[in-house]
């Protein structure tokens, strides 16, 4: 056997006994403790819900279960409130998707500019240093009163929280590239267009990537507050509406699946951006 894969099943084998010891720790720490009726179970009975509420937190086997059942069946619909999880993950990738193309769109070509001229950088450095530490929810007020719309409006939100890692990674990218390099294609008299895409874009484009990958991390947290401020759609919302139903085993449920899917969309551009710095 050799050493990388000693080291892998090594990896594996502590990761699995962590996720042993953190559910046994779970599991004992939400032994039953009840006593009679709650204000709770109150609740969930006026909110239609009949299934009586545990207090405290949900067991690993309530998980796994609210996990199959989920599972099962995630493209249902019932109406506005109740919404498989797969319907709801759709929407909010959706608009993850949305935006993070319309910012890749808006960056790339802007963050070209700012890398390759000087003067540009000068001239916009100021704004981005501005607009950039401003929190992207809050200009949800602001979208939701010009737009109308709160699915347009998650959109934008996301649009402008993957706008700042990928445009200032792609100017440092493209400013970085090898001066040589651009030497060589000025004096073999290189057309600036086809510099770009032949020289520039190759050799900044694992920088390029790397702020395509923390947008990516930052649009998929943002998406998640987003959905619970304006509602209606989204695992957000999922989120938000299975907390005021008091189901804390979804809403535990729905977190798994957020981390999941983050680190689905994490691993599918790290991949890329390291297929991409080894062609390079």
């Known amino acids: 056997m050799s050493l990388g894969s000693r080291d892998f099943w090594g990896a594996a084998a502590l990761s699995l006994l962590l996720l042993v010891f953190v559910l046994g720790v779970w599991q004992i720490s939400t032994l039953p403790k009840r006593q009679g009726p709650s204000a709770n179970d109150e609740y969930a009975k006026l909110m239609g819900r009949g299934a009586k509420k545990t207090e405290g937190l949900p067991t690993p086997g309530q998980i796994g279960k609210t996990a199959w059942k989920q599972l099962a ?4 619909d019932r109406g506005s409130n109740d919404k498989g999880i797969g319907i709801q993950l759709a929407y909010s990738l959706a608009r993850v998707g949305a935006g993070y193309l319309l910012a890749i ?24 240093q501005v607009l950039k530490p401003i929190s992207p929810l809050a200009w949800m007020p602001l979208a939701l009163y010009t737009i109308k719309d709160s ?4 959109v934008f939100v996301i649009f402008i929280c993957s706008l700042w890692p990928m445009l200032i990674n792609t100017a440092h990218g493209v400013a970085s ?104």
């Open 177 to 280: 590239v090898r001066r040589d390099w651009l030497n060589v294609a000025r004096t073999l008299e290189v057309k600036p267009l086809r510099r770009a895409f032949r020289v520039i874009l190759p050799a900044a484009a694992p920088t390029i990537l790397t702020g395509m990958r923390i947008s990516m991390g930052i649009a998929w947290l943002v998406i998640v507050a987003a959905e619970m401020l304006v509602g209606g759609t989204g695992i957000g919302y999922f989120v938000w509406n299975e907390w005021n139903n008091l189901d804390l085993a979804n809403v535990i449920f729905a977190i798994l699946v957020i981390g999941v899917v983050g680190m689905a969309l994490d691993v599918a551009i790290g991949r890329l951006q390291k297929l991409v710095t080894y062609v390079d």
């Open 105 to 128: 769109v808006f960056a790339v070509p802007l963050g070209f500019l700012i890398g390759m001229s000087p003067l540009m950088h000068r001239a916009l450095d100021p704004f981005i």
């Open 151 to 154: 699915s347009v409006s998650g």
């Open 73 to 76: 069946h995630p493209f249902y």
